[in-house]
């Protein structure tokens, strides 16, 4: 069965330090990796996505993620963290079926000033 | 990007009454669209699967009795929550991606219920 972990309920840095958010993931076949934001109630925000191709993926407000096969991670990074980006990550891949996606537990990113 | 809106955002009503939430997808087709529930602090949960004029795909333990989605057209799905009682109370989300399995799913901000 698909699944994901995120083994860390809470990540802090300083504002302008760089700052990684992990993601492991357990999948047969190739694996369809997401990352998403979640502000206070509000839905997701889509960041970044490996389907194929380049290990580092590039995806929105700056930040980037690894695609690790070896490891099967999946780690969020980002070089220099804004106090904006304080928020609930969630890391995600697509299940079997190739429709619904299957979610971590979350981890709330706190960057402080 | 894609744009997706869930209405309405917030509600606030008595155990016992039945509430419609609608999700549509404003700028491309939603073949299939999704309906999860996040309680606090949590991740959220995949309640059922809606393909466009088909019946939806519920998960293990959600009572399709209850949670009625309806996917009439490729822009707008809806989940009434009947005979809400207190403990239906959580975040409710939709998500709506197109035909491609390798394209992210894209997610509507959420309705906040309250059943008193």
């Known amino acids: 069965a698909q699944s994901v972990a995120q083994p860390e309920d809470q990540v802090n840095v300083a504002e302008g330090n760089p700052l990684t958010v992990k993601c492991t993931y357990s999948?047969?076949?190739?694996?369809?990796l997401f990352w998403y934001v979640q502000y206070p109630n509000r839905g997701l925000q889509f960041l970044l996505k490996?389907?194929?191709?380049?290990?580092l993926v590039k995806g929105s407000y700056g930040f980037e993620a690894e695609f690790n096969k070896s490891q099967t991670s999946f780690h969020l990074k980002k070089p220099s963290a804004l106090v904006s980006d304080s928020a609930l990550y969630f890391c995600?891949?697509?299940?079997?079926?190739?429709?619904?996606?299957?979610f971590g537990k979350g981890t709330t990113l706190s960057v402080s000033s | 990007g894609a744009v997706v809106s869930q209405h309405p955002s917030r509600v606030i009503c008595k155990s016992g009454t039945s509430v419609k939430i609608e999700c549509r997808s404003l700028?491309?087709?939603?073949?299939?669209m999704f309906w999860y529930r996040q309680f606090p602090k949590q991740s959220l949960m995949l309640m059922a699967t809606?393909?466009?004029?088909?019946?939806?795909?519920?998960e293990q333990g959600v009572e399709k009795d209850k949670f009625l989605i309806n996917h009439a057209s490729l822009t707008l799905s809806t989940l009434t929550v009947t005979s809400a009682h207190p403990e239906d109370s959580s975040f409710y989300i939709c998500?709506?991606?197109?035909?491609?399995?390798?394209?992210?799913?894209?997610f509507g901000d959420g309705t906040r219920l309250s059943i008193l």
């Open positions: 998500s709506a991606s197109g035909r491609q399995t390798n394209q992210p799913q894209h």
């Open positions: 999948v047969s076949g190739n694996p369809y």
């Open positions: 490996y389907i194929t191709g380049d290990n």
């Open positions: 995600a891949v697509r299940n079997q079926a190739g429709t619904a996606l299957i």
């Open positions: 700028d491309f087709q939603a073949t299939t």
């Open positions: 809606s393909n466009e004029g088909s019946k939806a795909t519920y």
